[in-house]
């Protein structure tokens, strides 16, 4: 039997794959989303050109580019914490902010830290937390022990 295929915590919940699936393609959906919202609450027009370039850029570059963090990064580290039985989901949602202040960090056009912008840098680490709660509540990863 595959490991990835083995059931669980919850009844009713999906793969890992599966998680990291609707996860990769729901944070860039999002983060369109809040810019969306912020444009038009600026007084700019629900179909905008800067609302439709956001969607283009989020079909074009924000899923592919979540899909390779996802499966390069978050879907390993889901396995790596299910194989140690550290998954929870606080270790998801600790290590999803983690791995996107690092790619905010490591995508920076300023390499040295004193130049990065922080706003950037606590956005994508949101945009991970994010990501570590719909990951979790598509694995069914419960947010609480359950009582005894």
């Not at 959906?29 to 989020?58: D, H, K, Q, T, Y």
Request: glycine content about 10%; overall charge neutral.
């Amino acid at each position: 039997m595959c490991p990835d295929t083995a059931p669980t915590t919850a009844p009713g919940s999906f793969p890992l794959w599966f998680a990291a699936l609707v996860t990769a393609i729901s944070v860039p959906f999002a983060c369109w989303v809040v810019l969306f919202v912020i444009e038009v609450a600026l007084g700019g027009s629900p179909f905008g050109e800067e609302i439709m370039r956001s969607l283009g850029a989020m079909m074009f570059i924000g899923i592919p580019m979540s899909l390779l963090v996802m499966f390069l990064l978050g879907y390993p580290l889901a396995l790596l914490l299910r194989r140690f039985g550290k998954l929870s989901a606080l270790t998801v949602c600790a290590g999803g902010a983690v791995i996107g202040a690092l790619f905010a960090l490591a995508s920076s056009d300023n390499i040295p830290v004193h130049e990065v912008d922080p706003q950037l840098v606590l956005f994508a680490a949101g945009a991970g937390l994010f990501a570590g709660i719909v990951f979790c509540l598509v694995a069914g990863i419960p947010f609480r022990r359950p009582t005894p």
